[in-house]
């Protein structure tokens, strides 16, 4: 009864921290395992097994995976058709829809919506329509795909190993799909034809123009002759370091305007584009003494049009803004970037890259930027040239969502990565090899073949997810072993009396749908599945039709936007708040649960 007692203690614990966000969820995971660890309840031998549990490694190849067909340009290709549609709303949304479900089936779920969502606000912009109508509708098209496949989202995976481990083989690759593609239709249609009616319209993504209003923060300073900065670095000019003001580019004679390094000496007459307020712009003139520039037409300009070449007024000459890219992005749920700031991060000297501004829920942030804290769905504006932002995206775990060309890739790389993805899933398919195996071999016939090079296959793996799977594993396998899951199974039948099958697995499924709504949907998995094979015992029913079941309810966190990655990347350029998304997802949990039960049923009988 103690060892039961603790595990209780512990996962509450962990469900409490979870809820709350601090410290992040694999820590939060890694202390939970330490405490039973301690404890005794795991064998020092099993303390770390997780980590080489196959449902763990197949995650982890999934993502390389997605990253290769991402990088290969097959879900872009696929994009590219919605955009042959015409501005019907319905054709729109459906095509959207449709390609985020197929899309999320056979890679990671944030993925696909990356890949769409640029396509999405461009829609909406060309329409005239809010975006908030169009991010909720992908984001919980993204989820409804991911039940359709064994690899589609680790939560199905994690019911696999389950079924594994009870019954001595794991669902297979399309096990998912009879339930998942119901599920997925019948709600997908609902979104694309009722659902959108249903959210408010919101400020949100439109432009960067509209969001940012940049031309009004832009200023040209010039540094007078006698100036003691001048012959100094950037980097020295310590005004930069105790107000809000960001140097965004430097124009010298008859150069062209570039985005200085900090360690860029200044020069008597060389003219600074700051981005700073009124106020900061007055502090910034008092601790430096540079003279105010003339005309700042020309910055409003860079930022609508990047590659248009525009004329000063004052000083009277063409500027090329060829070097200086600006570009949106969502931070996302496992960005480095939150609780921290600018100035803590180093943004400029570690990754080279300015941020100019931050958007939140579609609102420009008005605070002093370097004491802004950054939080997950923030958007923001950030400058640099082309390949260094790209590299500094990933490294911050940020989104790219500025309306951008799609990149199709040639030929030979999408038929090469669907070719070798394809083989990985008729192995799985057809019982030749383990899932874990199959998407293995996958990533290594990609690296082979020059789809990915070794960075991509480190930088594209979500270690915090890895962690969080790694360390859960062996807590649901106490939950197991001390009986806390048989004690959990028990009171949910007491609780639930003598109601029929339907009604218990109904029960179920409400009870899973609103703990995934609340943390990391894999770590759902692993707290419910031992508790629905507790269940199934004791109704001396099949285990199939509860963790299928279970499953499902995992991935349906549609009520808030903390319950998975896809629902918190659309909050801020949808201008969402909060409770918008109980709006459309309580009826979309609804439809979700009248579809599953039945069809679970249907499918994995009793």
């Known amino acids: ?98 390609v985020v479900t197929v899309a999320s089936a056979f890679m990671n779920n944030v993925g696909a919506l990356a890949l769409t969502m640029p396509v999405a606000i461009r829609l909406a912009v060309r329409a005239d329509r809010s975006p908030s109508y169009y991010l909720i509708p992908i984001a919980f098209a993204s989820l409804l795909g991911g039940q359709i496949t064994i690899i589609g989202t680790p939560p199905n995976l994690i019911i696999a190993g389950f079924r594994d481990n009870e019954l001595g083989a794991p669902f297979r690759m399309f096990d998912f799909a009879p339930v998942g593609f119901c599920v997925a239709v019948v709600a997908g249609a609902f979104i694309t034809f009722l659902g959108w009616r249903l959210l408010p319209v919101r400020k ?117 803004v060829a070097e200086m890219e600006f570009q949106e992005a969502v931070v996302r749920t496992d960005s480095p970037l939150i609780g921290s700031t600018v100035r803590e991060l180093r943004v400029r000297t570690r990754f080279g890259v300015n941020v100019l501004a931050v958007s939140r829920r579609g609102e420009r942030v008005r605070s002093r930027l370097k004491a802004t804290r950054f939080k997950a769905g923030d958007i923001l504006l950030v400058q640099g040239g082309a390949d260094v932002l790209a590299e500094a995206f990933r490294r911050l775990a940020c989104m790219p969502i500025a309306s951008r060309e799609l990149a199709f890739g040639s030929p030979r790389p999408v038929l090469l990565a669907a070719g070798i993805f394809g083989v990985s899933i008729l192995l799985t398919a057809f019982n030749v090899l383990h899932v874990s195996i199959s998407v293995t071999l996958a990533v290594l016939g990609m690296l082979f073949t020059g789809v990915l090079t070794m960075r991509d296959v480190y930088r594209s793996v979500e270690w915090p997810v890895i962690v969080l799977l790694g360390a859960m594993l062996p807590l649901g396998t106490a939950l197991e072993s001390t009986g806390g899951a048989d004690t959990l ?118």
């Open 204 to 320: 949100g993504q439109g432009s960067r123009e509209q969001l940012f209003d940049m031309d009004a923060y832009l200023t040209e300073l010039v540094v007078p002759e006698g100036s003691p900065h001048a012959g100094r670095p950037l980097v020295d000019v310590q005004a930069f370091h105790e107000t809000d003001a960001v140097y965004v580019s430097l124009l010298r004679g008859n150069d062209h305007p570039h985005m200085p390094a900090p360690n860029e000496q200044l020069r008597e007459g060389d003219v600074l584009v700051i981005e700073a307020d009124s106020e900061t712009l007055d502090e910034f003139l008092q601790k430096t003494g540079f003279l105010l520039g003339g005309s700042k037409d020309h910055c409003s300009r860079i930022l609508a049009e990047n590659r248009q070449a525009c004329s000063d007024v004052q000083i009277g000459r063409e500027l090329s």
């Open 489 to 606: 199974a028990g009171a949910l039948l007491s609780f639930s009396g003598s109601l029929p099958p339907a009604a218990i697995l109904t029960v179920l499924c409400v009870g899973t749908m609103l703990l995934s709504n609340l943390i990391n949907n894999a770590a759902a998995a692993v707290l419910m599945a031992p508790i629905a094979i507790g269940v199934a015992k004791g109704l001396g029913a099949s285990p199939d039709t509860f963790l299928m079941l279970t499953a499902v309810a995992c991935s349906s966190p549609f009520l808030t936007p903390i319950g998975h990655q896809s629902c918190t990347l659309v909050m801020g350029p949808g201008g969402y708040q909060f409770s918008d998304y109980w709006r459309v997802g309580l009826p979309v949990s609804v439809i979700v649960t009248a579809v599953a039960v039945p069809a679970v049923m249907f499918f994995w009988p009793l």
């Open 1 to 98: 009864m103690l060892d039961q007692f603790i595990v209780f203690g512990t996962l509450a614990l962990a469900l409490v921290l979870f809820v709350y966000g601090r410290p992040r969820y694999d820590v939060v995971a890694m202390i939970a395992l330490m405490v039973v660890a301690v404890a005794g309840l795991i064998p020092a031998s099993e303390v770390f097994g997780g980590f080489a549990d196959p449902a763990v490694i197949t995650v982890a190849m999934v993502l390389v995976v997605s990253r290769g067909l991402e990088k290969a340009g097959l879900v872009d290709m696929l994009a590219t058709w919605i955009e042959r549609f015409g501005s019907n709303m319905y054709v729109q949304l459906g095509a959207l829809v449709g």
